[in-house]
């Protein structure tokens, strides 16, 4: 007996019973690494969004060789969050883009969190030191803004810090101020740090406030 044809398309085209452009052929595998291309750059986005840089020095080196002198980009760059994280990267390349990136790459893969006070100033005074780079940063108040120069203020302005005098006493080398400003910013700690590292409370850090002793006094020149 003869049987005919059986009619429309075939049930599966390829090997393994598979259809054509499915997840086991090279469709399947171009649609995955777009779809990894695509979750890349949405994850650079949000880094580029939570992140604030800036550039904060960029020099032009010659290596000498057999043939003559290269010139190369030598990036010097500060990142930061502005929420209490900030980082810094020095990044070469022969051309200033590129050494910018390596830069702003690296700057986020060193960062460290800054305790700060009410979010916006230093817990307490603090010097740091680098080779021959010293900086002397300060806690003030309310208002002040940032009184620093040079490399320091762009590490404040990334950091989020609003109120914080900073002096240079040492070399005004951008990296060793950089560097010198880190080494101060990772000495600092916030009071209940302290108390938890020495098995007390905060209120045994902290001195009394002010009202507290001014009201006795008050109360003593009264009876007077």
């Known amino acids: 007996m003869a049987y005919a044809p059986r009619s429309g398309p075939p049930r599966s085209g390829g090997p393994g019973g ?4 499915g997840d086991g052929g090279e469709g399947g595998d171009r649609r995955r690494g777009r779809r990894r291309d695509e979750n890349r750059d949405q994850r650079q986005d949000r880094e580029n969004d939570e992140f604030k840089d800036k550039l904060v020095t960029i020099n032009r080196v010659a ?17 930061g969050d502005e929420k209490g994280r900030v980082g810094w990267g020095a990044g070469k390349a022969r051309e200033v883009p590129e050494a910018i990136r390596k830069a702003t790459e690296r700057a986020k893969r ?3 969190r800054v305790p ?12 740091g030191e680098f080779g021959a780079g010293r900086v002397i940063l300060r806690a003030a108040p309310a208002g002040t803004g940032i009184i620093a120069g040079g490399p320091m203020r762009a590490v404040f302005e990334v950091l989020g810090m609003g109120d914080v005098v900073a002096k240079c006493t040492g070399t005004t080398n951008p990296h060793n101020m950089v560097k010198a400003t880190f080494a101060g910013l990772a000495r600092c700690a916030s009071p209940r740090s302290v108390a938890a590292r020495r098995g007390k409370k905060v209120t045994d850090i902290l001195p009394p406030a002010r009202t507290e002793t001014a009201a006795p006094d008050a109360e003593a020149a009264a009876n007077v």
């Open 18 to 21: 598979q259809r054509p452009g």
């Open 63 to 79: 290596k000498v060789v057999k043939g003559g002198r290269r010139f190369s980009f030598a990036a010097l760059v500060v990142v």
């Open 110 to 112: 060193g960062l460290i």
């Open 116 to 127: 700060m006070r009410e979010g916006r100033t230093l817990h307490h005074d603090v010097i």
